[in-house]
């Protein structure tokens, strides 16, 4: 049981450090001067994500759905240069987190929240 007890524990710090990533990505996208930077960043963004939910299945489509809409409120507002927007947008994105971390359990919880809190951080700085 013990074992058990630790693989699950290092599965999910592993889910919530691979999500601090993400936020990492996402505030790149929230840094982003250009079209060209904040394409590359959403690339980076989807394929972070694309990676947690083959290894933890961390969203359901709908959800999956909602965070790629919040994501692309973001880079039309980082382009823009618009600082008021994008935090409105980071500040939906850690909200989004928080619901789906709420109705999540063990490795997803973990993920989501390691998500919302990369994403808190950003909104700070």
Known sequence: AGVALFAAGCGQMRAERDARDLADAVCDLRNADDA???????DDI????DDLSRRF?????????????????L??????????LLQQDL?????SAENI???????????????ADGTRECIED
């Open 36 to 42: 060209d930077a904040a394409n590359e960043a959403l």
């Open 46 to 49: 989807n394929a972070q994500l």
């Open 57 to 73: 299945g961390v969203a359901t489509a709908e959800d999956r759905a909602d965070v790629d809409e919040n994501l692309a409120d």
């Open 75 to 84: 880079a039309e507002h980082a382009v823009q240069g618009n600082e008021v």
């Open 91 to 95: 500040a939906v994105l850690q909200r």
């Open 101 to 115: 971390r709420d109705d999540a359990s063990g490795v997803q919880q973990a993920a989501w929240s390691g998500f």
